[in-house]
């Protein structure tokens, strides 16, 4: 039988990969969050209410682009630049992973720290 995976290690490694982290969020197919942390220091721009809410839309939008999967390949990430954060989501098999991080971060490092956590959350 396979191990319980711990999602908020899981989290809490992912925080620790870059100093300009923000927050770490795995989230359900149903887009309930199943672990999440703001990482300490920051402040989070978005209150529990809207974070829930943008969650479910996260897990909504995951639904909606597997209607292009046969056409155009599976996603392998996705990444909004905003003004006061980036956010990215990685989907796995069974859950999606939501992180943020400072906007002002150079594009190759968002690129090896999607891959990195690729690799911490490739059993989820």
């Given at each position: 039988?396979?191990?319980?995976?711990?999602?908020?290690?899981?989290?809490?490694?992912?925080?620790?990969?870059?100093?300009?982290?923000?927050?770490a969020?795995?989230?359900?197919?149903?887009?309930?969050?199943?672990?999440?942390?703001?990482?300490?220091?920051?402040?989070?721009?978005?209150?529990?209410?809207?974070?829930?809410?943008?969650?479910?839309?996260?897990?909504?939008?995951?639904?909606m682009?597997?209607?292009?999967?046969?056409?155009?390949?599976?996603?392998?990430?996705?990444?909004?630049?905003?003004?006061?954060?980036?956010?990215?989501?990685?989907?796995?098999?069974?859950?999606?992973?939501?992180?943020?991080?400072?906007?002002?971060?150079?594009?190759?490092?968002?690129?090896?720290?999607?891959?990195?956590?690729?690799?911490?959350?490739?059993?989820?």
């Amino acid at each position: 039988m396979a191990s319980k995976i711990d999602l908020l290690d899981v989290v809490q490694k992912i925080l620790k990969l870059d100093t300009k982290m923000r927050f770490a969020a795995i989230i359900d197919p149903k887009g309930n969050i199943r672990e999440a942390i703001m990482k300490t220091g920051k402040t989070n721009l978005k209150n529990q209410k809207e974070e829930e809410h943008f969650c479910r839309q996260v897990a909504q939008r995951r639904s909606m682009r597997k209607e292009f999967d046969r056409s155009l390949g599976r996603v392998r990430y996705v990444h909004v630049e905003r003004e006061k954060v980036s956010q990215m989501v990685i989907y796995t098999k069974r859950n999606i992973v939501y992180f943020t991080m400072e906007p002002e971060m150079p594009i190759n490092t968002k690129i090896r720290l999607i891959t990195k956590i690729k690799k911490i959350t490739a059993n989820l």
